[in-house]
């Protein structure tokens, strides 16, 4: 798909008022951001967000049920002094509430055993939990590594006996990482790729029923625990980023099958790099429609289908948003894409 | 090609040279007198990252990657490493072969042998529980806390310890 990084910049730039600047000067933020979220928000809520963003969010680790049963691995971690406490929508994994000095969360003995992984946020969980919903066979997770939902939707896709996760990434350093976490967890049921995942429409043959796309993104909704995003990305910076997030999703949807599932993903709270993204693919590529997520795992957020001048197809509503300070977590956004059949 | 890196790495694929699965197929029956073919499949390969080497299965459905010019890196089940001239079981096969045999040519570990282990020392006698026969001089480590595998190690008579050969915290170390 051709784009156009001038019409992504036209189309997106926004220009602060005082309000706006005046909050961004007291939190450390860029003012268009701030800008966007009064447009979005309103401003008594988007006080609410930014002093949300000054708060941490807990860590979460994901038992490896392959290995271990949660329940023994909470009582050993307990016994470390770890303080856990149970997701209710995501079996087997925890929110850790107290940290003992050491060990580490990631040098602790079972950790180096493989039976679990750390999660930065409980957000990253809830895109594997929806497109593997009731499914068995093969998934590609097109930018996958550290490694966090690619090891995950192993471990569920092995527990059902069927499917290899594909996980591609352009970053060899990154992919490093993935590969230490395959062997520590000891999984046999992922192909690990090196390629620009916006690459893989022309050399791959075959298609698949699932796809994850984590987009690299502005990073907007992980504020909390990168404060350095606050004034990272200029607008021009997010232009770029919005054009690549274009070109990946729109090269990915077709390497789907009829009736396939793509989970479109930011940990992000832009419009511009989700809504505005859909949007624009969806529009202009037929046989692709947006679904409402098949799981409700919490009360989430809906996409926004109008935001400043911009007015998006009805559809993007079926998004989902998670705010922090509404779901207490990484800013973070799904949308999933289904493939019509023909 | 994909993406410049932050620091060069060293990355190597291929399928693995016949003389080092030859290695690995022998300390296997050596070790273990079981038949290496039952846990070794006929198409593997070797993956290096930097001086660390992996040996491990090939999945038929990366073929045709490998022909349409995919870069594929790592796949299937991890059976060897090779490090520092030596080629070594993975610690997932001779779970398997623990599984299907009984342990054998191990030591079984106190828990603050296994901690220093993880951690790439080496094991002091006074941390052996027991001693699984026959003796080798190479030993699978076992953790006493759960009976997991977590490395290898082989004796010296010289520095009268269990010299690392490789633990599980090495893919931390190595591969971050």
Not at chain 1, 146 to 166: C, E, H, M, N
Not at chain 1, 204 to 216: M, N
Not at chain 2, 32 to 60: A, G, K, W
Request: with cysteine; net charge positive; aromatic share 10%.
């Amino acid at each position: 798909m051709r784009v156009e990084l001038y019409e992504i910049y036209r189309d997106i730039y926004i220009k602060p008022t005082r309000e706006a600047y005046e909050l961004a000067l007291e939190y450390g933020y860029l003012p268009y951001m701030i800008q966007r979220y009064i447009d979005i928000l309103g401003y008594k809520e988007t006080l609410e967000l930014v002093r949300a963003f000054e708060k941490s969010v807990k860590p979460v680790i994901r038992t490896n049920t392959l290995l271990v049963t949660s329940l023994e691995l909470k009582n050993r971690l307990q016994q470390l002094g770890f303080k856990l406490e149970e997701i209710p929508w995501a079996h087997g994994s925890f929110w850790v509430v107290e940290k003992p000095k050491s060990p580490t969360l990631g040098a602790t003995h079972e950790y180096l055993k493989g039976y679990y992984y750390v999660h930065r946020d409980a957000s990253s969980l809830i895109p594997v939990l929806l497109l593997l919903h009731e499914y068995s066979g093969d998934i590609l997770d097109a930018c996958a590594a550290p490694g966090g939902k690619a090891t995950y939707a192993a471990q569920i896709l092995k527990q059902r006996s069927s499917g290899v996760v594909y996980a591609n990434d352009l970053v060899l350093y990154r992919l490093r990482a993935l590969i230490g976490h395959i062997m520590r967890m000891k999984l046999d049921n992922i192909v690990v790729v090196w390629s620009d995942a916006r690459a893989l429409t022309s050399r791959l043959k075959r298609r698949f029923s699932r796809i994850l796309l984590d987009a690299p993104c502005s990073g907007e909704g992980r504020i909390s625990i990168d404060p350095g995003r606050k004034h990272r990305t200029s607008i021009l910076d997010l232009a770029v980023l919005v054009k690549r997030e274009i070109e990946l999703l729109s090269s990915l949807l077709d390497l789907l099958e009829p009736g396939g599932l793509l989970a479109y993903v930011t940990c992000s709270i832009a419009p511009e790099e989700n809504e505005y993204v859909v949007n624009y693919v969806i529009r202009a590529k037929r046989y692709f429609e947006l679904v409402e997520p098949p799981l409700k795992l919490l009360d989430y957020s809906k996409g926004i289908v109008e935001f400043r001048s911009l007015k998006f197809s009805g559809e993007v509503e079926k998004c989902i948003r998670l705010w922090p300070h509404i779901h207490g977590l990484f800013g973070y956004t799904i949308c999933l894409v289904r493939r019509r059949r023909e | 090609m994909p993406s410049e890196e932050k620091k060069r790495i060293k990355l190597r694929s291929r399928r693995t040279p016949l003389r080092l699965l030859e290695k690995l197929k022998t300390i296997i029956k050596e070790l273990y007198s079981v038949n290496p073919e039952d846990y070794i499949p006929q198409s593997t390969r070797l993956t290096c990252i930097d001086e660390f080497c992996v040996i491990h299965s090939e999945m038929p459905s990366t073929q045709e990657l490998r022909i349409s010019g995919l870069r594929v890196i790592f796949e299937g089940t991890w059976l060897g490493v090779y490090t520092r001239g030596l080629v070594l079981p993975s610690t997932l096969i001779t779970r398997r072969i623990f599984r299907d045999q009984g342990v054998q040519a191990a030591i079984l570990v106190a828990e603050q042998g296994v901690k220093a282990f993880l951690y790439g020392n080496d094991i002091l006698p006074e941390s052996v529980i027991k001693i699984y026969p026959p003796s080798k001089g190479i030993y699978a480590v076992i953790d006493s806390i759960d009976n997991e595998i977590v490395g290898f190690t082989k004796w010296s008579s010289e520095k009268k310890v269990y010299v690392n050969l490789y633990d599980l915290g090495i893919f931390l170390r190595l591969l971050g």
